[in-house]
């Protein structure tokens, strides 16, 4: 209904204000445009989507790896989890072109990017989920006489789901984003590449295709997230609503 | 079958003394349950028996076997029901045995059907009362592969007319089965009920204070309660306790 209002007010502001078109071109126009350059753009987007899911898959297991390793060895936790924070500190803007310098055009960068955006949330948001399993919990487990791996998969595991679940919607997100920055680098194909050659030649209508998309796609991978969530985290659904 | 001796446990924290020098046994088939004030050093001693820490001096033996220091010797029931939640009441159930590998769903099934949860097998615990929380954390006691059952203040949680019936509800359970079971709590009333032996600590240290064994015959009926007998013993233990007070 907000969105419906937006779109409403931004075409009739376009009309009525005489925008031009190169400035801010009006949804319907957008529109327009995205239909008759689907061709040319389906190409492009499917490159992304491949990369953007590609990398967040291989962001999200490295992310939940660290996660695990870090919590089962609190030391190597102590040693590394400054390390975690500063790698996110890295400006991904500055160091992407200097990976392309290292790795080529290839590939490889490119995951390397998305990996670096994607693997933070989740290996954070895991270990939160596995530190703040419930004392009783853990009390009842070690009284019964479990182990340290029983009581890892039978209630860390499980409790932490829901917080990984957290961690794997913001990197979907993200994983889209860092593509396409990855994409504006060097790429043949892309959103990013499009994105590029819409702006440098003034084609502002491709501009904002572009950002449709980009936000269509991680809207839809946000969903995929969420409806994944829902059938393997089934109890005590009344919480999570 | 199965006994309980615990011989001169001492254990300290941060050099204050807990437990000193605490020696008392539970037979075959005997109900006993300690008494304290609220910070006697119950839940420690539960800590020792259940092998979470060792103890400075003393020994603890199950069957004549040491247990010092040893986990997963006993079955035991929380305070809180601690059952997983995202476990739904069966497999909650059956995690005591989970965790020493074989598990009996049959063994289980007739359990939770004559303890009167039948029909929330497949439930999650968030859709179960207090009460009923309670009695799937018992069940899950009872059916561990451990035969010495350790129950830590269960009802201290919940309001008095569901305590009176979960008493009533632990009793013909076990009045049936007759397995050892040692008991904490901070209730006199539900010491006497309960029990057939009541042990008095004293506070900080806990040493045993004093031993009562308790008269009514078994099976228990309810209305012992109010009985002339029940509540002289009631004020003699009450007097016991309030020498440290």
């Given amino acids: ?36 350059s689907w061709n040319a753009f389906s190409g492009h987007l499917t490159s992304t989507i491949l990369l953007s899911v590609c990398g967040f898959i291989i962001g999200s297991m490295i992310g939940l790896a660290t996660a695990l390793i870090l919590h089962l060895l609190p030391k190597v936790k102590q040693a590394l989890y400054p390390l975690l924070i500063l790698s996110q500190n890295i400006p991904i803007i500055v160091l992407a072109p200097l990976l392309v310098v290292w790795f080529g055009f290839g590939l490889l960068p490119k995951v390397i990017v998305i990996t670096l955006v994607c ?4 290996s954070v948001s895991a270990m939160d ?3 703040q399993t419930n004392e009783e919990y853990i009390h009842y487990m ?21 917080s990984v679940f957290s961690g794997l919607k913001i990197s979907s997100t993200y994983s889209v984003m860092g593509a396409v920055i990855s994409e504006w680098l060097g790429a043949q194909k892309g959103i990013g590449v499009y994105m590029t050659l819409a702006s440098s030649s003034f084609r502002t209508d491709r501009v904002f295709v572009a950002i449709f998309m980009i936000m269509i796609l991680s809207l839809l991978f946000f969903c995929i997230i969420v409806l994944l969530e829902r059938t393997v985290v089934k109890w005590n659904r009344k919480e999570w609503k | 079958m199965t006994s309980l001796s615990i011989n001169n446990l001492s254990k300290s924290f ?5 437990l000193d020098h605490l020696s008392f046994s539970v037979d075959e088939g ?33 069957n004549g076997l ?5 986990q997963g010797s006993i079955a035991y029931m929380p305070q809180s029901p601690s059952l997983l939640p995202w476990r739904t009441v069966i497999e909650n159930v059956l995690l005591g045995q989970e965790l020493s590998g074989k598990t009996d769903r049959k063994k289980a099934m007739r359990m939770i059907e004559r303890t009167g949860l039948e029909g929330y097998e497949q439930a999650y615990p968030s859709q179960l009362s207090g009460g009923m929380k309670q009695r799937a954390a018992f069940i899950r006691a009872l059916v561990s592969p451990q035969s010495f059952l350790c129950l830590d203040e269960p009802f201290s949680a919940l309001d008095e007319f569901t305590r009176l019936d979960m008493q009533k509800w632990l009793l013909s359970i076990w ?4 397995s050892s079971v040692l008991f904490v709590t901070h209730n006199i009333d539900e010491a006497l009920f309960l029990s057939d032996r009541i042990i008095v600590l004293s506070n900080k240290p806990a040493r045993v204070q004093r031993e009562f064994t308790v008269p009514f015959p078994r099976p228990r009926q309810q209305d012992i309660l109010l009985s002339e007998e029940f509540l002289s013993w009631k004020k003699e233990i009450f007097e016991e306790l309030s020498y440290f007070a």
């Fill in chain 1, 1 to 36: 209904m907000v969105l419906i209002l937006f779109f409403v007010s931004w075409q009739v502001a376009t009309a009525f204000l005489s925008i031009p078109s190169w400035l801010i071109p009006s949804p319907v126009e957008i529109v327009k445009e995205g239909i008759h």
């Fill in chain 1, 119 to 122: 693997f933070f949330p989740v």
């Fill in chain 1, 129 to 131: 989920g596995f530190r």
């Fill in chain 1, 142 to 162: 070690k009284m019964a006489g479990a182990t340290k791996m029983q009581l890892f998969r039978k209630v860390e595991w499980p409790h932490a789901l829901p």
């Fill in chain 2, 14 to 18: 941060d050099g204050e003394m807990i």
């Fill in chain 2, 30 to 62: 005997e109900f006993v349950t300690i008494l304290g004030p609220s910070g006697s050093g119950k839940s420690t001693l539960f800590h020792l028996i259940g092998g979470l820490f060792a103890p400075d001096k003393g020994e603890i033996k199950l």
């Fill in chain 2, 66 to 70: 040491s247990i010092t220091g040893k």
């Fill in chain 2, 175 to 178: 009045e049936e089965d007759r």
